[in-house]
Nanobody, 124 residues
Framework: QVQLVESGGGLVQAGGSLRLSCAAS????????MGWFRQAPGKEREFVAA????????AYADSVKGRFAISRDNAKTTVYLQMNNLKAEDTAVYYC?????????????????WGQGTQVTVSS
């Protein structure tokens, strides 16, 4: 059982930045692919970014390319999401997730473990 705890959310003005962190405990973090997803009120959970277990291969949703960056520190068993130039449409609860297969995926149902989420609110 892997426990994931997100932090770093908050209220920020449009154009600002936030860095989300997701600390993992239990399991073997370095073998997992990690993903970030988000869910806005009344909308389905959507893919944001993912990073493979080796930390080299990454993937991003088109809506965040060039603004967000995912990274990981296997020694600290933590994955990060640096979010720059935030927009009002980025407002959502952000979740991190672990894919035990180790290869990145944009499909939520391929991730076995999920955190509780952290709220990001961008004011325009």
């Amino acid at each position: 059982q892997v426990q994931l705890v997100e932090s770093g959310g908050g209220l920020v003005q449009a154009g600002g930045s936030l860095r989300l962190s997701c600390a993992a405990s239990g399991g073997t973090f370095s073998t997992y692919a990690m993903g970030w997803f988000r869910q806005a009120p009344g909308k389905e959970r959507e893919f944001v970014a993912a990073i493979a277990r080796g930390g080299v291969t990454t993937a991003y949703a088109d809506s965040v390319k060039g603004r967000f960056a995912i990274s990981r520190d296997n020694a600290k068993t933590t994955v990060y999401l640096q979010m720059n130039n935030l927009k009002a449409e980025d407002t959502a609860v952000y979740y991190c997730a672990a894919d035990h297969w180790g290869f990145i995926s944009q499909r939520p149902n391929e991730y076995e473990d999920w955190g509780q989420g952290t709220q990001v609110t961008v004011s325009s």
